[in-house]
């Protein structure tokens, strides 16, 4: 019988199997079969050696998980005569060595070149820093720097697995960085826990950077360290998934309304999840204009009725749900407008997502199942938006990171606030016009050249007031036009 995966193969799982098969005028139809049988998808298929009697082809397929692929690997070698001789996953290849590395900007040929770029010309540059510090922007690798920074206590849906463990991930984040920004991001993961600690490293290393991305640190101490760091820094600090969260959600919503002819002002909005990103996507929503927001946490909606132990939350619970409603998230939905999701999977139904009200628009993000299932919910709502890819209407941090970082360090901003981030998100919604937009569209993709220069321009034009000017070779082209 076939055996059909839960969800689908994904080239997160691609697989590479060498395979020895009896040589036979269908041996490599077999051997497909065998895959798809297994629910595995074949992406590529060659014979790599025949030999008198067996073949050794090279089978490239799409999985589900681990045990997927050795489901695919068992059924494989239920052919008679066949033996699976290697396995490689495609992934853990892509991450031998690490993901990013560092290259010279300029050539290291000569003498004349060394004393350039080392002694003895180097000391002219550091005697014109430290007379003005500030010409580390314009000198020094600080211009085009960011630091991502974590302890590795949140991380993606992992949890709190070290520094070492989170390395990838920053690794990640940093190759983002470069792709779509033309920004030079190096992953910082320090081991230890303590907040004033952190905070100290992270002061102690900020000579180096232009900008400072806090990422993967566990709530409630990203907030202190968040809000300590732009307070003692010169140079902006982000924590990508309280406010990049933030901005891309509210991006997705302006168009999202627009199209259900809905203003922010009037709308019901239900926030489930209110820790580091559902705390900062509730408060950049109200600097837009929403005032009906309620915020449900695992007891229920949070409201002026009780106060909340932990600041942050008791500031929402003071500062929204304007009438007072008490209850759970499912109750919460009944004619609600808006659900924004960044809570916990397959909390919610189908029929819940019904009792919403006409037009309504669901956003679930949580990943990677998200909080209702997308398909239940567009049976009843206008628009549904995942962090998924593989649904339409992703909401994802980077389309936001990248072009905000690179306006910041455009502009030599020293600071990031609220206002900086509402301009960024209305950025991003712009970049999908009026004839573009519908329900399978209301924000762009991660690929989306135009992204990055719409929301660095918003940047340097909130920053310095100006319209940004181009060169005709910024760093902005090179990001964009890599392949």
Not at 316 to 339: C, H, I, Y
Request: hydrophobic share 45%; net charge negative.
């Amino acid at each position: 019988m076939k055996a059909v995966p839960m969800a689908m193969p994904s080239p997160s799982y691609t697989v590479t199997l060498r395979v020895s098969v009896p040589a036979h005028p269908r041996a490599t139809q077999h051997l497909v079969e065998a895959v798809a049988d297994a629910g595995g998808l074949v992406t590529g298929i060659d014979t790599v050696e025949s030999l008198e009697k067996h073949l050794i082809v090279s089978v490239t397929c799409d999985c589900v998980n681990t045990a997927h692929v050795q489901e695919v690997r068992g059924n494989i070698e239920m052919m008679v005569g066949t033996v699976v001789e290697e396995v490689s996953d495609a992934t853990m290849q892509a991450h031998i060595d690490g993901k990013i590395s560092v290259e010279l900007k300029n050539p290291l040929r000569t003498r004349q070149d060394l004393a350039r770029v080392y002694t003895p010309g180097v000391a002219r540059v550091c005697k014109a820093i430290h007379k003005n510090t500030a010409e580390a922007r314009r000198l020094t690798v600080k211009g085009n720097a960011v630091a991502v920074v974590t302890d590795g206590t949140a991380v993606l849906g992992l949890g709190d697995i070290g520094p070492e463990a989170a390395l990838p991930v920053m690794e990640g984040k940093a190759a983002l960085f470069k792709r779509f920004g033309d920004v030079d991001a190096w992953p910082v993961c320090l081991d230890t826990k303590d907040t004033e600690e952190i905070i100290s490293i992270v002061k102690a290393i900020a000579p180096v950077y232009g900008g400072i991305n806090l990422e993967d640190i566990s709530a409630p101490r990203c907030f202190e360290i968040e809000e300590r760091l732009r307070e003692e820094l010169d140079i902006p600090v982000f924590h990508d998934d309280q406010h990049g969260t933030a901005i891309v959600t509210l991006s997705a919503l302006i168009n999202a309304l627009k199209l259900v002819g809905k203003r922010i002002e009037d709308a019901r909005i239900v926030v489930s999840g209110v820790g580091a990103a559902g705390s900062a996507i509730i408060r950049l929503l109200m600097l837009h204009g929403a005032t009906d927001v309620i915020g449900c946490g695992r007891n229920g909606a949070l409201g002026p009725f009780r106060e909340e132990t932990n600041p942050h939350r008791n500031w929402l619970a003071q500062n929204t749900n304007p009438r007072g409603f008490q209850g759970s998230l499912k109750e919460a939905l009944a004619g609600a407008d808006v659900l924004i999701g960044v809570s916990s999977g397959n909390i919610l139904t189908g029929d819940d997502i019904a009792t919403m009200a006409d037009d309504a628009i669901v956003f679930a993000m949580a990943n990677p199942t998200p909080e209702v299932d997308p398909i239940a919910a567009g049976r009843h709502a206008a628009i549904v938006a995942t962090g998924r890819s593989d649904f339409p209407n992703q909401i994802n941090n980077v389309l936001v990171f990248p072009g905000l970082f690179r306006g910041m360090l455009d502009a030599g901003a020293s600071k990031i606030d609220d206002e900086m981030l509402r301009q960024a998100a209305i950025a991003v919604a712009d970049v999908v016009s009026d004839e573009e937009r519908n329900a399978n569209y209301i924000i762009p993709g991660v690929f989306d050249p135009r992204v990055v220069d719409k929301v660095a321009d918003a940047v340097i034009r909130y920053v310095t007031g100006k319209e940004p000017r181009h060169k005709k070779k910024s760093k902005r082209d090179k990001a964009s036009n890599a392949k």
